[in-house]
């Protein structure tokens, strides 16, 4: 089962003729989370959740008419890493959750307590409501460790939802914990008249400033003119798909005319000069194939990561240890940290055509051919810098030619906004599974990319050598300087 924006983990139950048992469990996309491996004959599943802390939560269902032996409670009980928080209908009787009798199945859930040294949220609120006899009974039950008792409210809704229990509502003292996503631009319902006449880019603020200075202006201009005449999304969470909320509830809520244009507007949208990987991106949507990112839990052999800042920190220190220059042999290295420190002159006797200025036509085509990715630390995107007037794109022209011939790399290019991809097939616990995507500044990739049609190579590997990036091509970049001093 897959609903978007949400992780699930279920246990059915094998060979059942009505449709009747199984448990499974839901976790938002926005924490991280991992499951929990039960070895055993109950219907239960388990998941490891960060929203304040570490708490694991495992999802129960004893059928009324089963019996349960003891010991396989116990055993249930033992494989959960603590603190955590026991949910499920346990379909026993007690004084203790609000019932006048007490039965075998609700002697043996007070045992469990007691041996566990676990504490009871329910108080006496019914969770059951039996339609042939019109009765309510408190069948439902959360049961927490004891470090956890008073950091949990709980309470009982009082919608059934089409069902016969009512939800249990268990929250943290301090709220939710909810994370925030950054606001981006529609660009859909952007101005782009409004846009076009507030970025300006003079020839002052690319001429008369050190480079740092030029490019901070730039970046200032085009995102106060973006803030102005561009809507930003809101930078609450999204809200998540209901578990329940099913086709039959899309379809009544929007109706057959609206899906048959919404359709209609979908196949228009394909045209000829649809890229495959847009078109299948339209498919997959269309069928509902969605991939949401999901905030690993990640363990090491000394230690496990669940906080989103030591997620982060711990995946950063496995990506500059790979990269780092550690691992290349000494005489490698020798050979990188020279030609490092060498300083590259890319003056020569004669005009060659790689080494002049870049002109307005070389900066267009690089614009054309940008694809429209995320945008970098600084929130410029392509689609802004396709919508500056003829006088803006000279000045920024004359900054790019600027940074070249003065050999000075932008302070702010030199930042990226790193996002870690699990490999295919590997193990999304270990730090060591993911590679990194970098996210750069898309002024400083038209910049690398005015020269990558010109008949010779070398520039481009200037700018990438101007830039410190080391992203392993050191050996080609050994190979390339001492054809740069010849030249």
């Known amino acids: 089962m897959q609903v978007r924006g949400y992780n699930c983990v279920r246990r059915d139950v094998d060979g059942a003729t009505s449709p009747t048992g199984g448990v499974c469990l839901f976790t938002s996309i926005l924490y991280p989370s991992t499951v929990v491996t039960l070895h055993t004959s109950l219907q239960a599943v388990a998941v490891r959740i960060h929203i304040h802390s570490l708490v694991t939560v495992c999802c129960v269902y004893l059928p009324p008419n089963d019996v349960v032996p003891q010991v396989d409670l116990n055993q249930l009980v033992s494989q959960l890493p603590a603190p ?45 409501f039996h339609a042939p006899t019109r009765t309510f009974h408190s069948l439902d039950l959360a049961i927490c460790s004891p470090t956890l008792l008073p950091m949990l409210n709980f309470e009982v809704a009082n919608d059934l939802h089409n069902s016969d229990h009512f939800p249990l509502l268990v929250s943290h003292v301090n709220g939710a914990g909810t994370r925030f996503r950054p606001p981006t631009y529609h660009f859909h319902r952007a101005d782009w008249d409004q846009f076009t006449r507030l970025a300006i880019i003079s020839g002052t603020m690319v001429q008369n400033w050190a480079v740092d200075e030029a490019v901070f202006n730039v970046t200032e201009a085009i995102r106060n003119a973006a803030d102005a005449a561009i809507p930003k999304t809101s930078n609450s969470p999204r809200k998540l798909c209901k578990p329940w909320w099913n086709a039959s509830c899309q379809q009544a809520k929007k109706g057959t005319k609206e899906g048959v244009g919404y359709f209609q507007e979908y196949v228009s949208s394909i045209t000829s000069s649809t890229t495959s990987q847009q078109l299948w991106r339209k498919v997959k949507a269309a069928n509902g194939l969605y991939r949401d990112f999901n905030i690993p839990i990640l363990e090491t052999s000394t230690a496990l990561y669940s906080s989103p800042l030591d997620v982060a920190n711990l995946i950063g220190k496995t990506f500059a240890s790979v990269s780092s220059s550690d691992s290349y042999s000494p005489a490698f290295q020798a050979t990188k940290n020279r030609l490092e420190r060498t300083p590259i002159n890319f003056r020569c006797r004669q005009p060659l055509p790689y080494n002049c200025d870049f002109d307005m036509f070389e900066l267009k085509r690089a614009l054309s051919s940008a694809h429209n990715t995320s945008p970098g630390p600084d929130g410029i995107s392509y689609v802004l810098l396709r919508h500056l007037n003829e006088d803006s794109l000279v000045s920024l022209l004359y900054l790019f030619n600027r940074i070249w011939r003065e050999q000075v790399y932008p302070t702010q290019w030199q930042e990226a906004i790193v996002i870690p991809i699990l490999k295919p097939g590997k193990d999304p616990k270990n730090p060591l599974s993911y590679r990194p995507i970098a996210l750069t500044s898309c002024l400083c990739v038209v910049k690398h990319l005015l020269g990558a049609d010109r008949t010779s190579l070398l520039r481009v590997y200037q700018a990438i050598v101007l830039s410190r990036i080391d992203y392993g091509c050191v050996a080609y970049g050994s190979a390339c300087n001492s054809t740069l001093q010849k030249t």
């Open 84 to 128: 955590f928080i026991l949910l499920g209908d346990f379909n026993g009787h007690s004084p203790l959750w609000g019932h006048d009798d007490t039965n075998s199945r609700g002697r043996q859930i007070e045992q469990l307590i007691s041996d566990h040294c676990l504490c009871l949220l329910n108080n006496d609120e019914k969770t059951y």
